[in-house]
């Protein structure tokens, strides 16, 4: 398995305060992403990172950040959690894209429940 | 959106039979990817399909691309109650910056033993 960690694993928290997710990997790949899993939407890309500091918005980033200051750390966080953020978040990493190589590599995922 | 549409949505069939899941989506593509879900796991990779490219085979996986028809395949076959999961096709455009893979909704497969 590629060495992506996902923490926390599981989180409950309220509406109104702010959360980070944290996605860490051992790979040493250039590309990072997160995604939100909602029943009968399949994933959704959130936000996504091509390179230390640089990262760019995905199809539902409204309402979430994310920083990467390290290659092998991404996080996202929601400012101010809302029940719609109810969710399990993927983190993914591949290689660059110009390597030809275009798979995508899963954490184990973060189940949220925003009460 | 090029979201991939799948179908169907859900699939069961008895362990030795082969299941094939069908995979729609909008717009041109640079590659069009399968992965696989396990309940309450990550998704892994399973094979790549290229744009230029029509059939792929690998181990009892084949995948089929009709670039015309926006359309794809997957058939496993002699399928194994090990096969039971979800199975997802993701695209990535051939416009598209950053590998960006967008995923359809998913077929949940169930193999009878």
């Known amino acids: 398995d590629a060495g992506i960690t996902q923490s926390p694993r599981h989180k409950v928290t309220e509406t109104g305060t702010p959360v980070t997710l944290r996605c860490h990997q051992t790979e040493n790949h250039r590309y990072m992403y997160w995604y939100r899993q909602d029943p009968g939407h399949g994933l959704r890309l959130i936000h996504y990172?091509?390179?230390?500091?640089?990262?760019d918005k995905g199809e539902v980033s409204d309402g979430y950040s994310v920083s990467r200051s390290k290659t092998e750390d991404f996080l996202l966080t929601l400012e101010s959690a809302t029940s719609s953020q109810t969710s399990v978040y993927f983190c993914a990493i591949s290689e660059s894209p110009s390597q030809g190589t275009d798979t995508q590599y899963f954490g184990p995922g973060t189940r949220l429940t925003v009460l | 959106s090029q979201q991939g549409e799948e179908d169907p949505q859900a699939l069961s069939i008895q362990e030795g039979e082969n299941a094939t899941m069908n995979c729609s989506y909008k717009?041109?593509?640079?590659?069009l990817q399968w992965y696989r879900q396990n309940s309450g796991r990550g998704l892994v990779h399973l094979i790549l399909?290229?744009?230029?490219?029509r059939e792929k085979h690998s181990g009892r996986l084949r995948v089929t691309l009709d670039t015309s028809k926006k359309s794809s395949s997957l058939l496993i076959t002699a399928s194994r109650a090990a096969d039971t999961a979800s199975y997802f096709c993701?695209?990535?455009?051939?416009?598209?910056?950053?590998?960006?893979?967008?995923f359809g909704a998913g077929t949940i497969l169930r193999v009878k033993s």
């Open positions: 993701a695209t990535v455009g051939s416009m598209e910056y950053g590998n960006k893979l967008v």
């Open positions: 990172s091509y390179g230390v500091k640089d990262t």
């Open positions: 399909i290229r744009s230029n490219e």
């Open positions: 717009t041109s593509i640079n590659n």
